[in-house]
């Protein structure tokens, strides 16, 4: 490469940046990510129900807390995938991906604080604030949803 053709190269790095993702991408994987929180708010939802009546199958629970937490994990991972289309994105989206990560955080969070409390021996004292805790699930992976829909615009 010469002299000449390297400062073009090294010109054209610094207008017009990396190679980046195209922007087409950003939409389907928002998709993703809102159809995803979806599973953890309905399986949130499900949970609170299932710890609704006194006498509740902690076997039910324990299990169904598993695919919480895959789905969780999903989500996670969609979050980190939406990362190298942030250059693209516009402001607003932009402000709606911190607000995406800040709530994928928080529900893992959320999952960690609610794994500890089922591995606790007061499981049936604890049982309203375990409904408590799927019920905060669900509604912020239902803001999480709202948030990432507006990604895809």
Do not use: W
Request: net charge positive.
């Amino acid at each position: 490469m010469t002299c000449r053709s390297l400062s073009f190269a090294a010109l054209a790095l610094v207008l017009f940046g990396p190679e980046q993702a195209p922007a087409e991408e950003l939409a389907p994987k928002a998709e993703q990510l809102v159809t995803e929180a979806k599973k953890v708010q309905l399986e949130a939802q499900d949970i609170s129900k299932e710890l609704k009546p006194r006498g509740f199958d902690l076997a039910r629970v324990q299990e169904m807390m598993a695919n919480l937490e895959r789905h969780v994990t999903s989500v996670d991972q969609l979050v980190k995938d939406l990362a190298p289309h942030e250059p693209q994105m516009t402001s607003h989206q932009k402000a709606k991906y911190e607000a995406v990560k800040m709530k994928a955080q928080l529900l893992t969070v959320f999952i960690t604080n609610k794994r500890n409390i089922l591995a606790g021996d007061e499981l049936s004292k604890n049982r309203s604030l375990l409904r408590s805790k799927a019920d905060g699930i669900a509604r912020r992976a239902e803001l999480l949803q709202q948030s990432a829909m507006a990604l895809r615009r």
